[in-house]
């Protein structure tokens, strides 16, 4: 969930002009890592001039947060009793509303909570292909992989076995300068799974807008409608994320609905980095919905890195991470060096043998191969989304998933 928070721009992409090669060197990159300015603009010119999908460019060490992408898929577990209230609701609406507030919950630590204090949006590691991640968050426990390398795909498995409630899904990212911003669509999918009523949910991602990259002050801004299919059909979320103003007003702002046989149950409204409301239809009581401010993130707990597999994420890159708290740029590039010609080694000596890498913990099913129920409501679920372009051909599904164990 998100590549790339706290300088501020009021520019938008429809009347922002790019900025040329030979712009650069006049611009002022005040919020850059000190001594990194003449670096930091010559990354910019990389980036401005890049042509293919800015997802796979490499970074310079003083432009890495220190964490893997495939780390963020831990953030769909931020709220636990979020994830796990929703098998307690009987009714389809009040279930989806539930199904709603637990998405909202995800979008904090997502996308913002890396630019708490005074900090800014930087990129997180490449994950290298096979790469592992494990934890519990409370007492939902949470299994990521990254099973493809071209395009870069990390999936991810959240489970509360005791309330029934399970979510796989998969990630990727299309990214592209434009104006002034990186404009990145996440392709990909998740589905929510609840034991409890034997029902689906099927969500897509947010679009991001990297604002205020230029001046390194980078923060995110999300874009485009997200929908929230059910298999019964019955329900449906849509949440649209709307842009900050030109002219005034607040960044992160939502409008969306809950529709229950096609008629308007709830409107939502508010802002996802602080306080969303729901409003029952034909009532003027705004209620809250979920408190970005107010909920603190649950806690990672992983195994101790000594007893961590050399291809867990805390583990392989712990060595640039350090480098990077102690800002020793030199040592940070090198170690990040040594693991990417490790790969290219990897990868060298397994084309030479003709071997097809074969993910560990997840399986890949086509949508057009659909012989099970899981999958033939996935499929049926596919109808209902808006932004079909971006779901791709099928799902990452763990190989151990909560719905295979329901008889």
């Not at 790019?18 to 060197?25: E, I, L, Q, T, Y």
């Not at 969303?276 to 705004?286: M, Q, V």
């Not at 659909?370 to 109808?383: F, G, H, P, W």
Request: with cysteine; charged share 25%.
């Amino acid at each position: 969930m998100g590549i790339f928070s706290n300088g501020r721009s009021n520019s938008t992409d429809s009347i922002d002009k790019s900025p040329s090669v030979s712009d650069v060197d006049s611009m002022s990159v005040k919020h850059a890592e000190p001594g990194t300015g003449g670096q930091f603009k010559e990354f910019i010119k990389t980036v401005i001039s890049f042509t293919g999908d800015l997802s796979s460019l490499t970074c310079p060490a003083f432009f890495l947060n220190g964490l893997s992408l495939l780390e963020y898929g831990t953030y769909w577990g931020d709220h636990p009793s979020c994830f796990t209230a929703i098998s307690s609701a009987s009714d389809p609406a009040e279930r989806m509303l539930a199904v709603s507030r637990w998405f909202m919950s995800t979008l904090w630590g997502s996308y913002a909570s890396r630019c708490t204090g005074g900090k800014t949006e930087k990129k997180p590691y490449n994950p290298i292909l096979g790469e592992q991640f494990h934890c519990k968050l409370g007492d939902v426990e949470c299994i990521c992989e990254q099973v493809c390398h071209h395009p870069p795909i990390s999936a991810f498995y959240l489970q509360h076995e005791k309330t029934g409630v399970s979510l796989n899904g998969h990630s990727g990212q299309k990214a592209r300068f434009k104006g002034t911003s990186i404009k990145t669509e996440q392709v990909g999918r998740a589905v929510l799974y609840v034991k409890e009523w034997d029902e689906q949910y099927l969500l897509d991602f947010p679009d991001l807008m990297i604002r205020g990259f230029l001046t390194g002050a980078a923060y995110l801004e999300l874009a485009g409608v997200c929908t929230i299919a059910c298999s019964s059909k019955k329900t449906q979320t849509r949440i649209e994320f709307v842009p900050k103003p030109w002219f005034g007003g607040e960044h992160n702002h939502i409008k969306g609905s809950i529709t229950c046989d096609g008629e308007e149950v709830y409107s939502l409204s508010g802002r996802w980095s602080h306080k969303s409301y729901y409003t029952k239809k034909g009532s003027d009581n705004k209620q809250l919905l979920f408190d970005a401010e107010d909920e603190p993130m649950a806690e990672r707990k992983t195994a101790p890195l000594e007893e961590q597999q050399p291809i867990e994420s805390h583990r392989l890159w712990g060595p640039v991470s350090d480098a990077l708290k102690t800002k020793n740029y030199a040592v940070a590039n090198a170690e990040k060096t040594k693991i990417e010609d490790w790969q290219r080694g990897v990868r060298k000596e397994r084309a030479e043998k003709g071997e097809v890498f074969t993910p560990k913990l997840f399986k890949f099913v086509q949508d057009n191969s659909a012989d099970d129920e899981y999958t033939s409501r996935n499929v049926a679920m596919l109808q209902e989304m808006k932004r079909k372009n971006l779901l791709d051909e099928g799902a990452w599904t763990y190989i151990d998933s909560l719905h295979d164990q329901k008889n």
